[in-house]
């Protein structure tokens, strides 16, 4: 059939796309050649009673030894410290990873509905998805919700093979822009992210060097940005996958800085 009842209520289904979403019935359709796929459809969704809040600062960049993705792990939403254990830095394939800012569940939603393509598409054509060719991907998938309230900012991490094998990162937004670069920071915190990556950032670093430089930015975008703070996560890409550091807790940063100036006086 056309519904599905859950709960007692009725969603549509959409049409004959695999990535077909079931539509709350709040919210109205305008319908393309008498289906409303994911890609024929244009979402107009209820707006929200009160103005959401979103703060956080990721960061990723390429460097010679690979990938450095890093994010804080403090999620706001209306003014509000919610979900502060989170994890923004999330692998979805063995070789790549995704950072993620905006609204917690629709970064999840969508990061699951990438994963799940990238896996399909390997297992029908025999190779891995370049990151460019996923960022393309979900760019494509968001864009029919573009100017809704949805809001998703991810930066996808990760090594390519083929003929131009190397590190790469591409940034995604859910009015569908899609940017590659080799350093991206995303977030409220990202300018003061910004100034320590521009300052810091080089291709011949090594991996202490890069992993040190990314510490960095987190923890000043967090000791000035107060959307974010808490701890920091960081991951590293090769051509061999991905590995995680242990989370680290920032406010013992901060207090090591300041018994290391009251030292120096």
Not at 20 to 29: E, I, K
Not at 47 to 63: K, S
Not at 239 to 246: F, I, L, Q, T, V
Request: with cysteine.
């Amino acid at each position: 059939g056309r519904c599905l009842d859950v709960c007692g209520a009725r969603f549509e289904r959409g049409g004959e796309s695999p990535l077909r979403l079931l539509l709350p019935p709040w919210q109205s359709v305008t319908h393309s050649r008498g289906r409303h796929s994911l890609f024929s459809a244009t979402v107009t969704s209820t707006p929200w009673p009160f103005t959401l809040a979103h703060g956080t600062t990721t960061l990723a960049f390429t460097f010679q030894g690979g990938v450095i993705a890093a994010a804080d792990t403090r999620a706001s939403c209306a003014g509000l410290v919610a979900c502060p254990s989170a994890r923004k830095v999330t692998p979805i394939h063995s070789h790549l990873v995704v950072t993620s800012s905006g609204s917690g569940a629709d970064c999840v939603l969508w990061e699951r509905v990438l994963a799940r393509e990238i896996r399909l598409y390997q297992l029908r054509h025999g190779r891995r998805l370049s990151v460019s060719g996923a960022g393309k991907l979900l760019a494509l998938m968001l864009h029919p919700f573009k100017g809704t309230e949805v809001c998703v900012a991810a930066t996808l991490c990760g090594w390519d093979e083929g003929d131009e094998p190397g590190p790469r990162v591409c940034y995604v937004c859910s009015d569908g822009l899609r940017l590659n670069g080799e350093l991206i920071s995303v977030g409220s915190g990202s300018p003061y992210a910004y100034s320590v990556l521009d300052a810091g950032w080089r291709w011949s670093m090594t991996v202490n060097e890069a992993v040190a430089l990314a510490r960095e930015a987190v923890y000043r975008a967090t000791h000035r940005d107060a959307y974010s703070g808490n701890n920091v996560d960081l991951f590293h890409i090769t051509a061999r996958g991905w590995k995680c550091r242990r989370r680290e807790d920032l406010k013992e940063e901060y207090y090591k800085e300041n018994r290391r100036g009251k030292e120096m006086m």
